[in-house]
């Protein structure tokens, strides 16, 4: 069972920074790996993705503010998240599958991920 969990969540103003990583207890070079969130009221959607051989892909709401990345030698994730804004506010996910994965259309959903870590909160203030 792959095991994962996040940590770096807070609380910070806008315009600040925060570093998410996600432990994993597998060899994450073998899966396509992502960061999602979900804040109240409203659905989980897919934040970035990286695959096996370090393409990345993000959400147009995040696109040139956050960046994913990962350490093979330590089997973590990572998400430097940059320009924060009080819509960022949510629960942050990690997420790995197949690398067919990455190249899902369900992907950004997040319906086509098989393990999930328990979250960290990041919270916006204005």
């Known amino acids: 069972q792959v095991q994962l969990v996040e940590s770096g969540g807070g609380s910070v103003q806008a315009g600040g920074s925060l570093r998410l990583s996600c432990a994993a207890s597998?060899?994450?070079?073998?899966?396509?790996m992502g960061w999602f969130r979900q804040s109240p009221g409203k659905e989980r959607e897919g934040v970035a993705r990286i695959d096996r051989a370090g393409s990345t892909r993000y959400a147009d709401s995040v696109k040139g503010r956050f960046t994913i990345s990962k350490d093979n030698a330590k089997n973590t994730l990572y998400l430097q998240m940059d320009s924060l804004e009080p819509g960022d506010t949510a629960m942050y996910y990690c997420a790995a599958a197949g690398d067919y994965a990455c190249y899902s259309g369900s992907f950004w959903s997040g319906n086509g991920m098989a393990h999930w870590g328990k979250g960290t909160l990041v919270t916006i203030s204005s």
């Open positions: 597998t060899d994450i070079r073998r899966y396509c």
